[in-house]
């Protein structure tokens, strides 16, 4: 992770992907020795892990572009915006915090994510579900403004 602004965000998700494929790969092998039967239970656990973390990984990486996007919109000093805007502003600011904090916490201890993966997907679901709604209230507003100032405003500029 690096830090973006005033949040911790995942900037390489190839090398975290490539160390978790590494790790079933190295499960598999473990899994296909005659040996494992006394490990089978570990040996499921473990890769039930895995798989829960990269679930997690790809709603966060889902969460942070819409994210990154909306803190753009919200936070670049376009005070009418936020005006007119008020409700799905106010949302941002709620998601925005909770999301710093979650990556925050996954930065400064990353075991987080095997410890309470399932606790941080249901997080990045109701964040995610959040910032569809605001993505939903900027696209009418950008419908609106198109249609008083067509010439400024395209109807790609959301896309």
Request: no cysteine; glycine share 2%; hydrophobic share 40%.
């Amino acid at each position: 992770s690096k830090r973006y602004k005033n949040a911790f965000v995942i900037s390489s998700s190839e090398v975290l992907q490539t160390m978790i494929d590494g790790d079933v790969a190295e499960l598999r092998s473990v899994k296909a020795s005659r040996f494992s039967i006394a490990f089978k239970e570990e040996i499921d656990s473990l890769e039930q892990k895995l798989f829960q973390i990269t679930e997690v990984v790809d709603s966060i990486l889902g969460v942070q572009l819409k994210w990154m996007f909306a803190e753009n919109v919200f936070l670049s000093g376009a005070k009418d915006i936020q005006d007119q805007l008020s409700q799905e502003y106010k949302l941002f600011l709620q998601v925005n915090e909770e999301f710093a904090d979650a990556l925050e916490t996954i930065h400064n201890n990353p075991s987080t994510l095997m410890v309470s993966s399932s606790d941080t997907f249901m997080k990045m679901k109701v964040m995610d579900k959040s910032l569809e709604s605001i993505k939903k209230g900027l696209e009418h507003y950008m419908e609106l403004k198109q249609t008083k100032f067509p010439k400024v405003f395209s109807s790609t500029q959301l896309e």
